[in-house]
């Protein structure tokens, strides 16, 4: 019995050269072979594809429409196997990606580390910075955003897991200044500001409990720009600060930070894995967003 696929592929040279010799030619196969094939096919449909005469051959109407799908699935077959020959490659060559500075900095660099340890041939440029960036214009294959998608997004967002902060201070301001048992007592204590905020944000910070929200008036007298230095500023004892979870959660398990608050969760921040929506991803962007989604997919605590 011969191979339906293969007697298609025949098929559509057999038509594209305009003769069973010439076909036979192209394929490697003798001009006996090729008629089978097409027999095979018409055997199988119950109607001819093919008028021939001693001279020359054409289509029949059937056979127009009959080859017009079998170039579809011949394309998609092919499609297909250039799809798992890619899956099969080896990730290599240079890989540009965008996140934002302290989740880079705290969350996303031992997956990066790790990455390029199973990947040698692969050259990792990681640009962290607060800002949006556009990932076509500036050349990034993948970027982690934290916060609301733009509407007309024209990229995949694979969701990650949300972005929580939690409040926290040091020892020894809490035991100079109290420790805050409700979030309207924040406003009688030095808080943190993180000066990108809206100013809002950094004046009313938001929380929930039992699905309810709600916020509190802080005092912020001093703002910065940077988590690094509001984290040095918390741990030296001036104030409490409302800190990313993953870099945080060292000092909170050492007790060099200890979390207020604890029966309020901070509203925490979507974020997603963008990149662009192309059918043909390299084999290296594939295994990063792999890793990402392993490591960081949204169902998992």
Same mark, same amino acid.
């Given at each position: 019995?011969?191979?339906?696929?293969?007697?298609?592929?025949?098929?559509?040279?057999?038509?594209?050269?305009?003769?069973?010799? +010439?076909?036979?030619?192209?394929?490697?196969?003798?001009?006996?072979?090729?008629?089978?094939? !097409?027999? +095979?096919?018409?055997?199988?449909?119950?109607?001819?594809?093919?008028?021939?005469?001693?001279?020359?051959?054409?289509?029949?109407?059937f056979?127009?429409?009959?080859?017009?799908?079998?170039?579809?699935?011949?394309?998609?077959?092919?499609a297909?196997?250039?799809?798992?020959?890619?899956?099969?490659?080896?990730?290599?060559?240079?890989?540009? !990606?965008?996140?934002?500075?302290?989740?880079?900095?705290?969350?996303?660099?031992?997956?990066?580390?790790?990455?390029?340890?199973?990947?040698?041939?692969?050259?990792? *440029?990681?640009?962290?910075? &607060?800002?949006?960036?556009?990932?076509?214009?500036?050349?990034?294959?993948? !970027?982690?955003?934290?916060?609301?998608?733009?509407?007309h997004?024209?990229?995949?967002?694979?969701?990650?897991?949300?972005?929580?902060?939690?409040?926290?201070?040091?020892?020894?301001?809490?035991?100079?200044?109290?420790?805050?048992?409700?979030?309207?007592?924040?406003?009688?204590?030095?808080?943190?500001?993180f000066?990108?905020?809206?100013?809002?944000?950094?004046?009313?910070?938001?929380?929930?409990?039992?699905?309810? &929200?709600?916020?509190?008036?802080?005092?912020?007298?001093?703002? !910065?720009?940077?988590?690094?230095?509001?984290?040095?500023?918390?741990?030296?004892?001036?104030?409490?600060?409302?800190?990313?979870?993953?870099?945080?959660? *060292?000092?909170?398990?050492?007790?060099?930070?200890?979390?207020v608050?604890p029966?309020?969760?901070?509203?925490?921040?979507?974020?997603?894995?963008?990149?662009?929506? &192309?059918?043909?991803?390299?084999?290296?962007?594939?295994?990063?967003?792999?890793?990402?989604? *392993?490591?960081?997919?949204?169902?998992?605590?």
């Amino acid at each position: 019995m011969l191979d339906r696929l293969t007697s298609m592929a025949v098929f559509v040279q057999a038509t594209q050269m305009g003769s069973f010799a +010439a076909a036979a030619a192209n394929l490697g196969m003798s001009p006996q072979m090729v008629a089978r094939h !097409i027999a +095979a096919l018409e055997q199988h449909l119950a109607t001819r594809l093919l008028n021939r005469t001693t001279r020359k051959q054409s289509l029949t109407e059937f056979g127009r429409a009959y080859l017009e799908r079998c170039q579809a699935v011949l394309a998609e077959v092919n499609a297909a196997d250039a799809l798992a020959q890619a899956a099969q490659a080896k990730p290599q060559g240079r890989l540009r !990606i965008n996140a934002p500075v302290t989740f880079g900095r705290h969350a996303l660099m031992p997956l990066i580390t790790r990455y390029l340890h199973d990947f040698p041939q692969v050259e990792l *440029e990681l640009t962290l910075s &607060d800002r949006r960036v556009d990932p076509v214009e500036e050349g990034y294959e993948a !970027i982690v955003r934290i916060g609301p998608l733009d509407e007309h997004l024209a990229m995949v967002a694979r969701p990650l897991r949300p972005y929580r902060l939690v409040a926290c201070a040091s020892p020894a301001y809490l035991k100079e200044h109290g420790t805050p048992l409700n979030p309207t007592d924040l406003a009688r204590h030095e808080c943190i500001g993180f000066s990108p905020w809206p100013v809002d944000l950094n004046r009313q910070w938001r929380f929930q409990q039992n699905g309810h &929200d709600g916020e509190a008036a802080v005092a912020s007298r001093l703002s !910065i720009n940077d988590w690094g230095a509001m984290h040095s500023a918390a741990r030296s004892g001036f104030g409490i600060v409302l800190g990313p979870e993953h870099a945080v959660a *060292e000092d909170l398990a050492a007790g060099r930070l200890v979390r207020v608050l604890p029966d309020f969760e901070a509203p925490a921040r979507a974020m997603h894995l963008l990149y662009a929506a &192309d059918r043909r991803m390299t084999p290296k962007l594939r295994c990063f967003v792999e890793r990402m989604i *392993e490591t960081f997919g949204g169902n998992q605590h």
